[in-house]
T-cell receptor, first 116, second 113 residues
Framework: AQSVAQPEDQVNVAEGNPLTVKCTYS??????LFWYVQYPNRGLQFLLK??????LVKGSYGFEAEFNKSQTSFHLKKPSALVSDSALYFC??????????????FGKGTMLLVSP | NAGVTQTPKFRVLKTGQSMTLLCAQD?????MYWYRQDPGMGLRLIHY???????AKGEVPDGYNVSRLKKQNFLLGLESAAPSQTSVYFC????????????FGDGTRLSIL
């Protein structure tokens, strides 16, 4: 089975500073990778995905992620953090069921706290 | 455009009671999913459906049943609720598996006493 790991439970950053939320993956074959964000009492919202192509993927709200095959990583980044970016962030990877269907396997999540 | 709607938003049950969680999507998506979210464990797939009339087990299916009688609806049932099923339940849908993103509802918070 495919898997992703988010090594940090929480990331703290000051507003205006760059932020990085880490994700590493373990897959057989080519990975399909996703980032989602969850605000309090809401469902997950899609931020960006890597399927193929350019290793730097741009997404919603100014976020981007860098796919690094040699390090098996897909870190989420933003050049300048906003207080409103404070939320729970999930990395996910496409997985395949025994029946041949695609599902998503999520990491445990990283809480991002941006201080004013 | 409502997207994915889950009802109810909150519910408290007693051990042994039954209930059904409803998920409705208006995007004509073929694929639908039920997850549970527990602190420190991320989201875990309970059941999923690849089309009307189909259902399949995910990672943690025990104690749950599902039905997809209509394309737009995906029901999650708890026949005999247990305290271990206290969780936040999310429904999601997608147009194409594995490539297009999943769209999530805002969740149902379920407490079982």
């Amino acid at each position: 089975a495919q898997s992703v790991a988010q090594p940090e439970d929480q990331v703290n950053v000051a507003e205006g500073n760059p932020l990085t939320v880490k994700c590493t993956y373990s897959v057989s074959g080519n990975p399909y990778l996703f980032w989602y964000v969850q605000y309090p009492n809401r469902g997950l919202q899609f931020l960006l995905k890597y399927i193929t192509g350019d290793n730097l993927v741009k997404g919603s709200y100014g976020f981007e992620a860098e796919f690094n095959k040699s390090q098996t990583s897909f870190h989420l980044k933003k050049p300048s953090a906003l207080v409103s970016d404070s939320a729970l962030y999930f990395c996910a990877v496409r997985d395949m069921t025994k029946g041949g269907y695609s599902t998503l396997t999520f990491g445990k999540g990283t809480m991002l706290l941006v201080s004013p | 455009n409502a997207g994915v709607t889950q009802t109810p938003k909150f519910r408290v049950l007693k051990t042994g009671q039954s209930m059904t969680l409803l998920c409705a999507q208006d995007m004509n998506h073929e694929y639908m999913y039920w997850y549970r979210q527990d602190p420190g464990m991320g989201l875990r797939l309970i059941h999923y459906s690849v089309g009307e009339g189909t259902t399949a087990k995910g990672e943690v299916p025990d104690g749950y049943n599902v039905s997809r009688l209509k394309k737009q609806n995906f029901l999650l049932g708890l026949e005999s609720a247990a305290p271990s099923q206290t969780s936040v339940y999310f429904c999601a849908s997608s147009l194409i598996q594995g490539v297009q993103p999943q769209h999530f509802g805002d969740g149902t918070r379920l407490s079982i006493l």
